[in-house]
């Protein structure tokens, strides 16, 4: 069964970064496609970016476009989210999925972006 876990979340001033990790334990990782997705309080979850298997194609929500990168290193089973330029609208509880059956999440790592 594979897990993911997230890590990197903090606290941030705006404009500050943050790089976010997604570790998933088991060696189908490469396989699958990968995404990150936020939820802050009172709003549904969306996607932030996603990446596929082999990293061919990748996208960005449009509020992300130019100040987040998601990248991937399935030698170490780990993706991840840098985070740049960072505004207080991008506070939300981020998590990865993997686009394993149904999707596997992690269990999410908080960013809160306030002066």
């Known amino acids: 069964q594979v897990q993911l876990v997230e890590s990197g979340g903090g606290l941030v001033h705006p404009g500050g970064s943050l790089r976010l990790s997604c570790a998933a334990s088991?060696?189908?990782?490469?396989?699958?496609?990968v995404g990150w997705y936020r939820q802050a309080p009172g709003k549904q979850r969306e996607l932030v970016a996603a990446i596929t298997a082999r990293a061919g194609k990748i996208v960005y929500a449009d509020t992300v476009k130019g100040r987040f990168t998601i990248s991937r290193d399935n030698a170490q089973n780990t993706v991840y989210l840098e985070m740049s330029s960072l505004k207080p609208e991008d506070t939300a509880v981020y998590y990865c999925k993997l686009d394993l059956g149904l999707g596997v999440w992690g269990q999410g790592t908080q960013v809160t972006v306030t002066s």
């Open positions: 088991g060696s189908i990782f490469s396989a699958y496609s």
